[in-house]
């Protein structure tokens, strides 16, 4: 049963924006604390962003920070990571997940992973 479905990646120039999307089926995902996270070829998956159940606090790693914005659209029941300003080095397979655990909280552990976008940044 597929749960979480990511879009938006596409091939992009250095220095441009793009949406991408987590549709989610099955639960609602303001009930989470949800993730978005990437791993870049020869790497492993990092966290880039999350998103508390309140939908007001919000945490981004520092290589994103100032260009990349986590929302939620609770009526469509789908999380958002806007990236704006990309960089080669945000070449990646995007995944957003959900925290494995209910309650304010936000963090570890993750899971639930969706099938992943592809973003890829040319300098």
């Known amino acids: 049963q597929v749960q979480l479905v990511e879009t938006g990646g596409e091939s992009v120039q250095s220095g441009g924006s793009l949406r991408l999307s987590c549709a989610a089926s099955a639960y609602t995902i303001s009930s989470y604390c949800m993730g978005w996270f990437r791993q870049a070829p020869g790497k492993g998956r990092e966290g880039v962003s999350s998103?508390?159940?309140?939908?007001?606090?919000?945490w981004y790693a520092d290589s994103v920070k100032g260009r990349f914005t986590i929302s939620r659209d609770n009526a469509k029941n789908t999380l958002y990571l806007q990236m704006n300003n990309l960089k080669p080095e945000d070449t990646g397979m995007y995944y957003c997940a959900r925290r494995l655990r209910l309650g304010p909280r936000c963090g570890s552990p993750f899971g639930n992973w969706g099938q992943g976008t592809q973003v890829t940044v040319s300098s």
């Open positions: 998103l508390d159940i309140r939908g007001a606090n919000t």
